[in-house]
């Protein structure tokens, strides 16, 4: 009778055992870094790479016990540098995107404007924002927001402008107001557009804070990465650029996590070979 019944529940979903053994996607990515991991480290054994070219990943790991207090309160002064950095680009690029895909006049005044300063380099800038603020804590926050402000801003009027007309016409012939039609039908269908922008400005961030530290800093992993570079301190340098990458990562998936959470029905959630994929 159970051996019936377990052909009769494979008939009825025949990709049930596979699916039933699946292993989760984040043990593949683990594999992914621990295989990359040992080639790394054995590439570096058996050629003999000297340590201050290319330290091993052991190396690497000792470096960031032995100073980890050093980075960690580095990496606290960079994090508050791109956390408010990213979300004062949050906060003004996404009701500016959306005051540019409302109204003409701001797509023919404010629009072209944004575009010109694109083509200023940031990094040009960090120089000018020193001068003029000093050393602290400002001009990296000024940086990391100007190379966070844009993406979500051209991604946003992306979003607002790519609606279907006709489900505009929809909406209105079915006696929606404005107000209702920007809550229920043209915010939903700009968020995955939004959420592209801010995970590309969290990526970013991260380069923002870095490139400033570098201009002008006595502190932050940017301060950090020159001085253990002018000591050709390869371990350190690799260690705080595993702490620097573990923040961008960290925050880009907080990112992803709210988008998964806010926008479940979008094609963008889709698991890859999963339900409704080829």
């Given at each position: 009778m159970a051996q019936s019944q377990r052909v009769a529940e494979i008939a009825a979903d025949p990709i049930a055992p596979r699916r039933r053994f699946r292993l989760p996607d984040w043990t593949q990515t683990l594999a992914a870094f621990v295989v990359a991991l040992l080639l790394w480290q054995l590439v570096v054994t058996v050629i003999r790479v000297p340590a201050y070219v290319l330290p091993p990943p052991t190396a690497v790991f000792q470096g960031l016990i032995t100073y980890f207090p050093r980075i960690m309160r580095d990496a606290g002064i960079t994090l508050q540098e791109i956390l408010l950095g990213y979300a004062m680009a949050v906060v003004l690029?996404?009701?500016?995107?959306?005051?540019?895909?409302?109204?003409?006049?701001?797509?023919?005044?404010?629009w072209p404007l944004l575009i010109f300063s694109q083509i200023i380099p940031k990094i040009a800038l960090a120089p000018l924002f020193i001068i003029w603020f000093g050393f602290g804590f400002v001009p990296k926050v000024l940086i990391t927001f100007l190379l966070s402000f844009f993406p979500i801003v051209i991604d946003t009027v992306a979003g607002f402008r790519s609606l279907d007309p006709e489900v505009m016409y929809l909406a209105r012939s079915g006696g929606a107001s404005a107000w209702d039609i920007f809550w229920r039908v043209?915010?939903?269908?700009?968020?995955?557009?939004?959420?592209?922008?801010?995970?590309?400005?969290?990526?970013l961030a991260t380069t923002g804070a870095?490139?400033?530290?570098?201009?002008?800093?006595?502190?932050?992993?940017?301060?950090?990465?020159?001085?253990?570079?002018?000591?050709?301190?390869?371990?350190?340098?690799?260690?705080?650029?595993?702490?620097?990458?573990?923040?961008?990562?960290?925050?880009?998936?907080?990112?992803?996590?709210?988008?998964?959470?806010?926008?479940?029905?979008?094609v963008s959630q889709r698991v890859p070979g999963g339900e409704g994929t080829l």
């Open positions: 690029s996404v009701p500016i995107a959306i005051l540019i895909a409302y109204s003409p006049f701001f797509a023919r005044t404010v043209r915010l939903p269908a700009a968020l995955p557009h939004i959420f592209s922008g801010l995970k590309v400005a969290a990526a870095i490139i400033a530290e570098f201009v002008g800093s006595d502190r932050g992993l940017g301060y950090l990465l020159l001085q253990a570079n002018g000591d050709l301190n390869t371990a350190l340098l690799f260690a705080a650029i595993v702490v620097l990458s573990t923040i961008g990562l960290v925050l880009y998936g907080l990112v992803a996590l709210l988008e998964k959470l806010l926008i479940p029905w979008h």
